[in-house]
């Protein structure tokens, strides 16, 4: 199993910067694919960006040149630095992990098995 716990939401105006922090225990050796999701009131779920195992980034569209997702593996710690946010950025936003797939790029739900319990991103225009 695999614990996951997300730090570092918060409110901030349009243009501004967060960066939200996952912290990874368990067994990590094997869920190597780690990825961040968000969820706006009265939407679907929806990958934001995932590091895979060997390094490969992949982004959703709307967050392009915005966000980073970025691991730092001794500390078992996934980032996503998320920079010129914008109020369509508001969501709860989950970090969630997989041990394989065969395009995870595509950030399908179903794919991870762990998933952490969220933080709030509220971004005021």
Do not use: H
């Not at 990825?35 to 967050?63: C, H, L, M, N």
Request: proline share 2%; glycine share 12%; hydrophobic share 35%.
């Amino acid at each position: 199993q695999v614990q996951l716990v997300e730090s570092g939401g918060g409110s901030v105006q349009t243009g501004g910067s967060l960066r939200l922090s996952c912290a990874a225990s368990g067994d990590t050796k094997r869920y190597v694919n780690m990825a961040w999701f968000r969820q706006a009131p009265g939407k679907e779920r929806e990958g934001v960006a995932i590091i895979e195992g060997d390094g490969r980034t992949t982004y959703a569209d709307s967050v392009k040149g915005r966000f980073t997702i970025s691991q730092d593996t001794a500390k078992k710690t996934l980032y996503l630095q998320m920079s010129r946010l914008k109020p369509e950025d508001t969501a709860m936003y989950y970090c969630a992990a997989a041990s394989m797939g065969l395009r995870l790029d595509l950030m399908i739900e179903s794919d991870f098995a762990y998933w952490g319990q969220g933080t709030q991103v509220t971004v005021s225009s």
